[in-house]
């Protein structure tokens, strides 16, 4: 059983588009994340959620609205696609204890022309 | 977050141990050293944490100095399927008001097994 699913895998979309990226964890856990690794490979944090109420922004353009319907789904949703959004984004997730580890998706692999 | 120094590289022959340092020179007495890797193209992967005590699970080994200004990941038998990016990261034990639980990756050490 897959712990931590995305769709889709792969993105392809012109600039000025609007897409989103689902994630749903099935761990029962009560905390989920959005991570960005970009063509350099760094893999930074975008956002944060604790059952539904989000706890970290990182700095993100207000293009980016992360919405978590419940606490097993996060999505991801992206206005008016820029080139450097150009990207893999990773969903996530924990139990809200910092000690315990996080659970990362397959990725979906976004490509903005 | 405690800042990691990592090496970029390491190599490793199939079925020797890989031994990946790290060090975390500014780790404050409430943070976690943890470790992840990622394998091509996937989502990271935990490997193993600890405070102060070396850890052992069916991954891996965590070896903490006494001071915790440095740790090393060992892999006992790599294998070709070890090949990965790893991390090191240095997270706070509590959670931070407002700050959650994000992990915050280096540049880690690419580990190439080979035979």
């Known amino acids: 059983d897959t712990a931590v699913s995305q769709t889709p895998k792969y993105l392809v979309t012109q600039m000025g588009n609007d897409k989103s990226i689902k994630c749903e964890q099935n761990?029962?856990?009560?905390?989920m994340y959005w991570y960005k690794q970009d063509s350099k490979k760094f893999l930074k944090i975008m956002f944060s959620?604790?059952?539904?109420?989000?706890?970290i922004n990182e700095t993100v353009p207000n293009r980016f609205s992360p919405k978590s319907p419940d606490k097993a789904h996060l999505n991801l949703h992206i206005n008016s696609l820029e080139l450097g959004d150009s990207a893999v984004y990773f969903c996530?997730?924990?139990?809200?204890?910092?000690?315990?580890?996080?659970?990362f998706g397959p990725g979906t692999r976004l490509t903005v022309t | 977050d405690a800042k990691t120094t990592q090496p970029p590289s390491m190599d490793c022959a199939e079925g020797r141990a890989a031994n990946l340092p790290c060090n975390h020179s500014?780790?404050?007495?409430?943070?976690?050293v943890y470790w992840y890797r990622q394998i091509h193209s996937q989502g990271p992967q935990y490997i193993i944490h600890?405070?102060?005590n070396n850890e052992t699970n069916e991954m891996a080994s965590l070896i903490i100095t006494e001071d915790r200004k440095s740790s090393t990941l060992i892999l006992p038998h790599a294998t070709l399927r070890d090949t990965a990016v790893y991390y090191c990261?240095?997270?706070?034990?509590?959670?931070?008001?407002?700050?959650?639980?994000?992990?915050?990756f280096g540049t880690g050490t690419q580990l190439k097994v080979e035979l």
């Open positions: 996530a997730s924990s139990q809200v204890d910092p000690s315990y580890e996080q659970y």
């Open positions: 500014t780790i404050s007495g409430n943070e976690y």
């Open positions: 990261i240095v997270r706070p034990r509590e959670r931070l008001t407002g700050g959650g639980n994000k992990l915050t």
């Open positions: 600890g405070l102060k």
């Open positions: 761990l029962g856990h009560d905390t």
């Open positions: 959620y604790n059952n539904k109420e989000l706890i």
